[in-house]
Nanobody, 117 residues
Framework: QVQLVESGGGLVQPGGSLRLSCAASGIIFRLYKTGWYRQAPGKQRELVSAITPAGSTNYVDSVKGRFTISRDNAKNTVYLQMNTLKPEDTAVYYC???????????WGQGTQVTVSS
């Protein structure tokens, strides 16, 4: 059974930081590209950042310079360090794993991030 379990969300003031974690089980983690998506109320889900098994990364423009994605293949975990958070970063954040070969794709249950004073 494949599971992606996110943690680390919460309420933070503008300018603050949070670190999201996503622990994967039931997959050969090194064969999957992993990423973080987010969905704010009334908006479509968007890709925030992704990282390949080799460590190549990409970011949506709105988080460049503030967010950093990383992964630990030995721990089957992907992280998203979020600094200088803004109210517009408020959303449910979802972990995603997509196989490098083929079309397998899995999602976590989501973790709420709220940026508010």
């Amino acid at each position: 059974q494949v599971q992606l379990v996110e943690s680390g969300g919460g309420l933070v003031q503008p300018g603050g930081s949070l670190r999201l974690s996503c622990a994967a089980s039931g997959i050969i983690f090194r064969l999957y590209k992993t990423g973080w998506y987010r969905q704010a109320p009334g908006k479509q889900r968007e890709l925030v950042s992704a990282i390949t098994p080799a460590g190549s990364t990409n970011y949506v423009d709105s988080v460049k310079g503030r967010f950093t994605i990383s992964r630990d293949n030995a721990k089957n975990t992907v992280y998203l360090q979020m600094n200088t958070l803004k109210p517009e970063d408020t959303a449910v954040y979802y972990c995603n794993a997509r196989s490098v070969v083929g079309s397998l794709e899995f999602w976590g249950q989501g973790t709420q991030v709220t940026v508010s004073s």
